[in-house]
């Protein structure tokens, strides 16, 4: 990957206020990349040089295609854009789970990324094709977890919706890729370690995990997507990654 010139590219990430985007933020100004980061708060890196942020939700559309026209005026066409933002709540039995609560939760896991993916469609077809998209998922969208109703269902929804983008968007070379990035310690995992057995009844799997530090760091999975998007070496037509535990990479 470090003969790859990662200079002249750029990124969009969404939720890069902390957690996993943060990471992938901080990570590709610092291999030389130029940027744009949004979520509802405020980035780290706002104010940087080649960074434009915007603080906004992922459900508002004419929000969201502003920041990408401000991204986009400020350093051309967008190489890569990567829909990370996403929630887990509620984490409950679906017996307990609300309307409102699961609407919210689609709302921002599943029609959040297809806005920032439709806005990202657009804007390649104006700059005449290709570039990469990449959806963050999760092991939830092949997996069913008791607790994680909503956030397997909307998981496996942006598995199934990236995978069509791929199919339709391949002869105007993009590429479309959903990723399960393994387990990062973010403040998401802190939720979910804080959950009472009878709402999450894995949570026991998951302190164990804390206590032995399993975990894949947020700079390995920058790396990682990093090197799909842009090493033609990592070059694939699966759509659906799951990126191995970093243990095993050594
Ligand atoms: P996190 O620490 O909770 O961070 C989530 C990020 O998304 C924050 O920057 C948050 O910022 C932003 N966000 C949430 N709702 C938003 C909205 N409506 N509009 C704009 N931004 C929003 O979570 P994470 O662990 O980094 O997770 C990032 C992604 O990876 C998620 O899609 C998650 O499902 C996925 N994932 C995580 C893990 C893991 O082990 N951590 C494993 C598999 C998949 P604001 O609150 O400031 O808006």
Redo the contacts with the bound molecule.
Sequence with gaps: MSEIDLDQRTAVI?????????AIAEYAVKVGMRIGV????ESALAGSDRVVSAR????DEDALEAFAKQVESSFGAIDLWIN?????SPIAPIRNVSTAEFRTHVD?NLT?VFIGTRIYLGHRRRHGGGGVLIN?S?GAASNPYAGWGAYCASKAGVERLTEVVALEERSSGLRAYSV??G??D????SLIRDCSPDRFPKVADFVEMKKENRFNSGEYVARQLLALAFDPARATDEVAIRFADESEQA
Excluded at 14 to 22: E, F, K, L, P
Excluded at 56 to 59: A, I, S
Excluded at 186 to 189: F, H, L, P, V, Y
């Design positions: 969404t939720g890069a206020s902390r957690g996993i985007g943060a949004c979520a509802r708060s906004l939700d992922v459900v990370n933002a996403g929630v887990l921002i959040g963050i999760s399960a990035p387990v990062v973010t403040d998401m995992q």
